[in-house]
């Protein structure tokens, strides 16, 4: 069984362009968040999905955004790109509305 | 604002030794509470978790105790080994919302 993929897995954008992120789930799963991971810190909370509608949201500006599509995949979009948006971004999902989230591998986004 | 306080940040302990991660939440609404486990290059994997209706939870040689009064919980890994040298990654959540700690470095010594 596939786990969570993420693509692409790795990135290279410039300042103030926009960069879309995406993300399946293990199949079955209706829940997907996504987190920002900057090396040597833990996973900062971005945004979390389930049945295709925003359920929460971490303390990032409104150049982040996401959404999930009928097949639960999902994307983050992020617009205006900053030096500091270069990070790790982490993609979960999880079969309900609780409980524990399984990890994909990661974007590494690298803004220049 | 961090919500979940970890410690130690790092963590040396010798093959067959206890290790102790520590964290400490604040937000009381969060009722899940699980441990995952990170190597390099990898997303993070989940070990083990608890919710706030039992003290706690034992899984091999891994266990959470929890403290609900004190809002802090612990993993113990015992018999440590070299494979169990990561990063370990306390997070505290709810059905909207899920906070991680800042990550404590395993290492076991051989």
Same mark, same amino acid.
């Given at each position: 069984?596939?786990?969570?993929?993420?693509?692409?897995?790795?990135?290279?954008?410039?300042?103030?362009?926009?960069?879309? @992120?995406?993300?399946? $789930?293990?199949?079955?799963?209706?829940?997907?968040?996504?987190?920002?991971?900057? @090396?040597?810190?833990? $996973?900062?909370?971005?945004?979390?999905?389930? /049945?295709? /509608? /925003?359920?929460?949201?971490? %303390?990032? $500006?409104?150049?982040?955004?996401?959404?999930?599509? $009928? %097949?639960?995949?999902?994307? +983050? %979009?992020? %617009?205006?790109?900053?030096?500091?948006?270069?990070?790790?971004?982490?993609?979960?999902?999880?079969?309900?509305?609780?409980?524990?989230?399984?990890?994909?591998?990661?974007?590494? +986004?690298?803004?220049? | 604002?961090?919500?979940?306080?970890?410690?130690?940040?790092?963590?040396?302990? #010798?093959?067959? !030794? *206890?290790? *102790?991660?520590?964290?400490?939440?604040?937000?009381?609404?969060?009722?899940?509470?699980?441990?995952? #486990? #990170?190597?390099? !290059?990898?997303?993070?994997?989940?070990? *083990?978790?608890?919710?706030?209706?039992?003290?706690?939870?034992?899984? &091999?040689?891994?266990? *959470?105790?929890?403290?609900?009064?004190?809002?802090?919980?612990? =993993?113990?890994?015992?018999?440590?080994?070299? !494979?169990?040298?990561?990063?370990?990654?306390?997070?505290? !959540?709810?059905?909207?919302?899920?906070?991680?700690?800042? &990550?404590?470095? =395993?290492?076991?010594?051989?």
């Amino acid at each position: 069984d596939a786990g969570v993929t993420q693509s692409p897995t790795h990135l290279i954008k410039t300042r103030g362009q926009h960069v879309t @992120l995406r993300c399946s $789930p293990i199949s079955g799963h209706k829940s997907v968040s996504w987190y920002q991971q900057v @090396l040597g810190q833990g $996973p900062q909370f971005i945004f979390q999905y389930y /049945e295709k /509608e /925003e359920r929460g949201r971490g %303390n990032f $500006p409104d150049r982040f955004s996401a959404r999930q599509f $009928p %097949n639960y995949s999902s994307e +983050l %979009n992020v %617009n205006a790109l900053l030096l500091g948006d270069s990070a790790l971004y982490l993609c979960a999902s999880r079969l309900g509305p609780s409980g524990g989230y399984t990890f994909g591998s990661g974007t590494r +986004l690298t803004v220049v | 604002q961090q919500q979940v306080k970890q410690s130690p940040q790092s963590l040396i302990v #010798q093959k067959g !030794g *206890i290790s *102790i991660i520590n964290c400490a939440y604040e937000n009381t609404a969060f009722d899940y509470f699980p441990w995952y #486990q #990170q190597f390099p !290059g990898k997303g993070p994997a989940l070990l *083990i978790a608890i919710r706030p209706d039992v003290s706690e939870k034992k899984e &091999g040689r891994f266990t *959470i105790s929890f403290n609900k009064s004190a809002k802090q919980f612990s =993993l113990h890994i015992m018999d440590s080994q070299p !494979g169990d040298s990561a990063t370990y990654f306390c997070a505290a !959540g709810n059905n909207n919302d899920m906070r991680f700690g800042a &990550g404590t470095r =395993l290492t076991v010594k051989p």
